[in-house]
């Protein structure tokens, strides 16, 4: 009797989790795409410090031109080594799942997402949304 009752605890934790996290991701959109102060915030993000830029363009040009779809399969591919080796198939999978998921959530949400025009950003108003983000979510 005690493991079916830890095992609905460890499910209403994770239910509770999941909505905690799909009302994060409802304030970060409300604040920072549905309105012009957070689209100017997340311009000045985007075309960062002028002044400091050309410091550091050419390393974060680097960086996310690593996190390339390349790299995510190279992910896959270490993790599922890694977790067959040790003979825990089931993780191995459930790990590509994970991270094939949280992609392809990613890219369906900057699809569904709408970016009201508030004029803000000319230069990125053809880019589409920039949240979610591809980078933070690999």
Not at 92 to 113: E, P, R, Y
């Amino acid at each position: 009797m005690r493991g079916r009752a830890g095992a609905y605890a460890a499910g209403a934790w994770l239910v509770l989790v999941a909505a905690a996290q799909v009302a994060a991701l409802l304030a970060v959109h409300r604040v920072f795409v549905g309105s012009v102060r957070g689209q100017r915030l997340d311009t000045v993000a985007l075309t960062g410090n002028v002044i400091g830029r050309r410091h550091i363009e050419g390393l974060v040009d680097t960086v996310l031109d690593a996190v390339s779809a390349v790299s995510l399969l190279a992910a896959i591919v270490v993790i599922g080594f890694i977790a067959v080796a040790r003979g825990r198939l089931a993780l191995a999978m459930l790990a590509t799942v994970l991270i094939v998921g949280a992609n392809a959530t990613t890219q369906v949400l900057k699809k569904a997402i709408v970016r009201p025009d508030f004029g803000v950003d000319g230069a990125f108003t053809g880019d589409g949304n920039s949240l979610p983000s591809g980078h933070a979510t690999v």
